[in-house]
């Protein structure tokens, strides 16, 4: 027993060296929370002040991690460095940039009421600028490392592909926020033309992106590992461009005339109730490949965050189609999809925090390609 003793602070450091970006998306799933919950498009007594605890705990969530993963560059560095070449673990990357995003669109919705407005727009705008441009980095750089560098196998196409390219969106729709708060003229304008130009950089990236996940499914079936959960990542680009076409669409009026204006706030209706219902398809396909797992045993991992932020987007952009149709439907939908979003939630912090106690959640990433399989005919 004695000999052991004098290992174990070497060791706790060596589980500590191990953390990745992927953490981050505990901060992503965490704060939409508290972004769906003051959003809502419901009066539900109760829920502003949840939304506010919620928020609360993504921020010092992220303040947390920005300091582990700043030690980590520090004390790690090869290991750190090792997480870009890792096939895998590089694409989680994106995490970082949309957890600073979420947690700023969080100050302005909900922060403003504990920090006071004025704090809360320039803690927002500090998070939106540094997200914006780690998002932008991530969806130039981890397509290029792709590229160039990675060994990329045929049926290596996953729902991880997603999160480089997904901040800019992120960027759009939170973006859309600070508009209201800007000086009219020139600026206002160009932040809204912005976020329609990083709106269009995300769609068209992550479209083709989907495109290779539907034809890994169809050709080479899923996983059947704790990598299946990254499917629901999928809904993240659906759900954040309805989200981000609603919020442009309402605050185009602030910056450009309202010719303009009106075509935009239209384009919210024509472009995000198609995109949603292709989001309920994927939704019961996910759900359905998800189930499968887990009857076959699919273990706990930080993947499972996966179902936490996407359906949080689903939820927002839900809300937005209510705000533009005001039809009662999307309403109901919105409050069915955010009980879901606390239900997975609940569970994915419970089981978080269990495996980072035990320890097994703080291992090195496997650096191995993962098989894709399909049932055996009969």
Not at 350 to 358: D, E, H, N
Request: glycine share 12%.
């Amino acid at each position: 027993m004695a000999t052991t003793r004098p290992d174990e602070p070497r060791t706790r450091v060596e589980v500590l060296g191990n953390i990745g970006p992927n953490w981050f998306a505990s901060v992503m799933g965490t704060g939409i929370v508290a972004v769906a919950g003051a959003t809502l498009p419901v009066h539900v007594p109760g829920l502003r002040g949840f939304a506010e605890v919620v928020w609360v705990i993504a921020a010092l969530l992220l303040l947390v991690l920005i300091v582990i993963v700043g030690g980590h560059w520090l004390r790690h560095p090869t290991v750190a460095r090792s997480h870009a070449r890792n096939p895998q673990m590089a694409h989680f990357y994106g995490a970082a940039p949309m957890a600073l995003l979420t947690v700023g669109a969080g100050a302005t919705l909900v922060g403003r009421d504990l920090i006071g407005a004025r704090v809360a727009i320039d803690l927002d705008w500090v998070l939106w600028t540094a997200g914006t441009v780690g998002g932008l980095f991530t969806a130039v750089s981890i397509p290029f490392l792709m590229f160039t560098q990675h060994n990329v196998e045929p049926d290596a196409a996953f729902g991880g592909w997603l999160m480089p390219v997904v901040p800019p969106m992120v960027s759009a729709a939170t973006g859309a926020l600070l508009i209201p708060d800007m000086a009219p003229g020139t600026g206002r304008q160009t932040m809204l033309y912005g976020c329609y130009a990083m709106f269009g950089l995300s769609l068209l990236a992550s479209l083709l992106i989907l495109a290779m996940i539907w034809s890994r499914l169809t050709h080479y079936g899923t996983s059947g590992t704790a990598r299946v959960p990254t499917l629901w990542i999928v809904l993240g680009p659906l759900g954040q461009s309805i989200t981000a076409a609603g919020l442009l669409g309402t605050n185009a009026a602030l910056a450009v005339d309202s010719q303009i204006a009106g075509d935009l706030s239209t384009f919210a209706i024509l472009y995000g109730v198609p995109v949603w219902g292709f989001a309920v398809l994927w939704i019961a396909l996910a759900t359905s490949l998800t189930v499968r797992t887990l009857r076959r045993g699919m273990p706990f991992a930080l993947t499972w965050w996966s179902l936490t932020f996407p359906v949080g987007t689903f939820v927002t952009g839900t809300t937005q189609l209510a705000l533009h149709t005001h039809l009662p439907a999307f309403k109901v939908a919105a409050v069915i999809a955010y009980a879901g979003l606390l239900g997975t939630w609940i569970l994915v912090a419970v089981r978080t925090a269990r495996g980072s106690l035990g320890g097994h959640l703080l291992r090195p990433p496997s650096t191995g390609p993962v098989k894709a399989q399909k049932d055996p005919v009969s």
